[in-house]
């Protein structure tokens, strides 16, 4: 159990990588392992494009704009929600499913996020590095081309994992006490914790191993969410088949 926990406190994100190809029997062995995750009503309700044409990986790091990930990366992927397959299985008794509404598109990021991450914790016991890229989300339509993905099927994040070249030091995640509250929400604490977690992480960004840099979490957040991010998905989603009802 303490050798479970050190693995998930241990977490980093990798974005070089040796080189070094993975073999597919480990793919497939780390997605059976990933299939093991809670899923809302069993439906699964995801799938995973496994790039291993050059072309396509190229393409898929430029359209992400983390191209420079893909080159050294020893496996790279397109993670997918996926109500095609709950389509067809309806299909087989006559019944057109209801896809396209909020609580399935919120059901369809739930299930890929979990598989996902049992993915992710399954390649970093076997001693691989990982990069979630939400950066699929920026051409999302041109992604859904180049894989083919049909109707009902939308790219919700790439990755990539490999041998890393070096290992980073661990981010500070928020405060505990942040995070939990106990009976009810409580809106009073954040100020004191949020005024301690900047000056924790600000420590960090000056004295780690690379890329120092001087800034906080509220700064960063603030920042962030100035501005609406990527307006377009809405559209998109809705040319994919989930018109939100």
């Not at 780390?30 to 299939?35: D, H, K, N, R």
């Not at 072309?55 to 929600?81: I, M, W, Y």
């Not at 076997?126 to 790219?155: H, T």
Request: charged share 25%; hydrophobic share 40%.
């Amino acid at each position: 159990m303490n050798q479970v926990k050190e693995l998930l406190r241990s977490h980093t994100s990798v974005r070089k990588y040796t080189g070094e190809e993975i073999p597919k029997e480990v793919v497939y062995d780390l997605i059976e392992t990933a299939q093991m995750a809670a899923t809302s009503h069993f439906v699964q309700a995801y799938s995973v494009i496994h790039v291993t044409d050059p072309e396509k990986k190229a393409k898929l790091g430029e359209l992400s704009n983390n191209d420079f990930q893909f080159k050294t990366a020893g496996a790279s992927f397109l993670f997918c929600v996926d109500f095609k397959r709950l389509q067809i299985a309806g299909q087989k008794y006559n019944i057109d499913i209801t896809a396209d509404s909020a609580e399935n598109v919120l059901v369809g990021v739930a299930d890929v996020s979990l598989f996902a991450q049992n993915f992710v914790i399954a390649a970093e016991a076997e001693g691989y590095g990982i990069c979630y890229i939400g950066g699929a989300r920026n051409n999302p339509k041109e992604i859904s081309e180049l894989f083919n993905l049909p109707e009902y099927v939308f790219p919700m994040f790439a990755m990539t994992i490999g041998k890393p070249t070096k290992t980073n030091d661990t981010k500070p995640r928020l405060p505990v006490e942040a995070i939990v509250h106990e009976n009810g929400y409580d809106v009073e604490k954040y100020d004191a914790l949020l005024t301690q977690y900047d000056k924790e992480l600000g420590e960090y960004y000056l004295n780690r191993n690379a890329n120092q840099k001087v800034t906080n979490w509220t700064k960063q957040m603030a920042d962030y969410l100035v501005n609406q991010q990527r307006p377009f998905i809405k559209d998109f989603l809705a040319s994919q088949g989930f018109t939100w009802k």
